[in-house]
């Protein structure tokens, strides 16, 4: 690909000049700017680059909407592992349908073969840059990681762990103001495919990993939670709760460290707020909240209690970040219109009413190939417009889903809190109970060996009466043991009920989402094919119009024509 330094206009490899100011073209640092993927998206420059993949700010040039490109790196697109994991980024994200997780648009392969994602264009910065300057105080925190409390626990009621919750990962936008995007689902795991983790991998950032992770690939939701629990310490302290120099001391800290509180510290912060932490950043994943949901709740009562303002419902308050068909600006069609208006008075103008033979044939052919484009883009916005009603009901079901979740996994977070608090009474009331009928044998025991005494020693009275208390308390104990046992089945069973409705949403969210893709790749095939037809005619148009322009860039009368081309 090459591009006019001038006007800026784009040419095949093999054009020389600019047919507009006649300038020699140069050579596009980045071969992808200016490229088309999916014969939808205008790669427009580049955003950033990494080493997994090279990210560019795009245009979704049918609707005119703005967007980011991820598209993954050469040296990683031969592994297949790499590339379904990168493909499993875009459909976690895109299924997830939350205002705190990235929107993913589309997804694909580039005509040389290397698979990207069509993502939200973020305006802001990740958290690591304002954790680079500093403790954040509270009132700022506090929503933040309540943000990602919720971003958490719609991806784990969809049966998906991040795995790799660090700052870098979490986006904080800047309209809304620090409205939070979690990012980079790339190594997420959902409950329902372990196909991609080997045994002996680990997988995640060594300062946030979960002690459980370090020897288990078994992941839960738990291990999500712990690094919640690392980055809020982080935020509210200004520093990671652990120091280390290497990845095996890390790990060694995570295992083994005391898990200190941000008073040690000299923070100070609500008892509550430090106390969650703590909880969060437990060894034992029985020993943290119970989910993601638990963790919001609690966050929002604190913050009501320090009378910090807190997000509100963000599902029905924050817009999607999908919008609808915007109005066009003038296409390159309309531009290519205008043009061959304008070569027709050049030819006037140069030659008078007996133009040359050959320049008046490829102005013909200018003429046929604007038309043939005419018609293409016409067959590609009735293409993109089924597309976005097939996305629309895509759309709107996965936010349907999402509500109906957002409630069930709000009433199971409540269920499991129960369940884990009937657990605690039931094992307090079994321990009291072992006490008592222990103490009680103690007294059978000493009973007889007084019971040979005179029955009317006042020892052996205050041993029988002893005796009797402690066996009343024993029936008391035992009562309250089985009660609380029979509040755990309950408890239980009402988890298992809404974990089985859970489970019958995500399945019907996969229905759904199955139900739509044959239309959608069937539109988007349609629409690449229509894409590629009308971008090889567009280069044929460009060559064409510098043959044409070639001989008649010698008459001064057509200076002003000529410019007037690149404004077209």
Request: net charge negative; hydrophobic share 45%.
């Amino acid at each position: 690909m090459k591009s006019c330094p001038q006007c800026k206009l784009r040419y095949p490899d093999e054009s020389t000049h600019c047919f507009v100011d006649g300038t020699e073209l140069i050579a596009a640092r980045d071969p992808r700017i200016g490229t088309v993927l999916a014969g939808r998206y205008l790669i427009e420059r580049p955003l950033a680059e990494g080493g997994m993949a090279s990210v560019y700010i795009a245009n979704h040039r049918l609707v005119d909407r703005p967007c980011a490109i991820k598209i993954l790196s050469r040296a990683l697109a031969r592994n297949q592992v790499v590339r379904e994991r990168f493909r499993r980024e875009a459909k976690a994200a895109q299924q997830l349908a939350h205002p705190n997780i990235i929107d993913i648009f589309d997804q694909g392969e580039t005509d040389d073969g290397l698979p990207f994602m069509v993502m939200e264009l973020l305006d802001g910065e990740a958290l690591s840059g304002p954790l680079g300057r500093g403790p954040m105080p509270i009132e700022r925190a506090l929503p933040i990681l309540a943000q990602i409390a919720r971003a958490l626990a719609r991806a784990h009621d969809f049966g998906v762990v991040h795995r790799d919750l660090k700052p870098d990962n979490v986006f904080l936008c800047r309209d809304p103001m620090d409205l939070v995007k979690l990012l980079d689902f790339g190594i997420a795991r959902s409950a329902s495919d372990s196909r991609l983790t080997s045994a002996g991998e680990v997988f995640g950032t060594p300062q946030y990993i979960a002690p459980e992770r370090i020897n288990s690939i078994d992941v839960t939701p738990s291990a999500d939670l712990y690094a919640l629990g690392i980055i809020g310490f982080q935020m509210l302290a200004g520093r990671l709760p652990y120091v280390a120099h290497d990845v095996g001391s890390w790990f060694l800290q995570h295992l083994t460290s005391p898990v200190p509180s941000l008073a040690s510290f000299g923070v100070t912060v609500p008892p509550a707020l430090d106390a969650l932490l703590r909880a969060l950043m437990a060894k034992s994943p029985n020993e943290r909240p119970v989910d993601a949901h638990r963790v919001h709740a609690d966050l929002l009562e604190i913050g009501a209690n320090a009378r910090i303002t807190m997000p509100a419902d963000l599902d029905r308050t924050v817009p999607d970040s999908w919008e609808p068909p915007r109005t066009l600006p003038p296409t390159a069609v309309d531009r290519w219109a205008s043009r061959i208006v304008t070569f027709e008075n050049m030819l006037t103008t140069a030659y008078g009413s007996n133009p040359p033979a050959a320049s008046r044939a490829l102005l013909d052919s200018l003429t046929q190939r604007v038309e043939q484009v005419r018609r293409l883009r016409s067959y590609e916005a009735a293409a993109q417009n089924r597309l976005e009603l097939v996305e629309a009901r895509e759309r709107d079901g996965r936010q349907r889903f999402g509500f109906a979740m957002d409630a069930l996994g709000v009433d199971a977070s409540r269920a499991r809190n129960d369940a884990r608090l009937a657990q605690a009474e039931a094992l307090d009331a079994a321990g009291r109970s072992c006490a008592h009928r222990d103490a009680l044998r103690r007294w059978q025991t000493e009973l007889r060996a007084l019971e040979p005494a005179d029955a009317s020693s006042v020892e052996l009275v205050a041993a029988y009466r002893a005796a009797a208390d402690e066996a009343e308390a024993w029936r008391v104990a035992r009562l309250a043991e089985v009660e609380s046992a029979a509040r755990v089945e309950e408890a239980s069973r009402v988890v298992a009920d809404l974990e089985f409705q859970i489970h019958e949403l995500r399945s019907g969210l996969e229905r759904l989402e199955q139900a739509s893709e044959r239309e959608r790749t069937q539109l988007e095939a349609e629409l690449v094919s229509l894409g590629r037809s009308a971008e090889a005619l567009q280069s044929e148009l460009v060559q064409a119009a510098s043959d044409f322009c070639a001989p008649l860039r010698s008459f001064p009368a057509l200076a002003t024509s000529f410019s007037t081309l690149g404004d077209d």
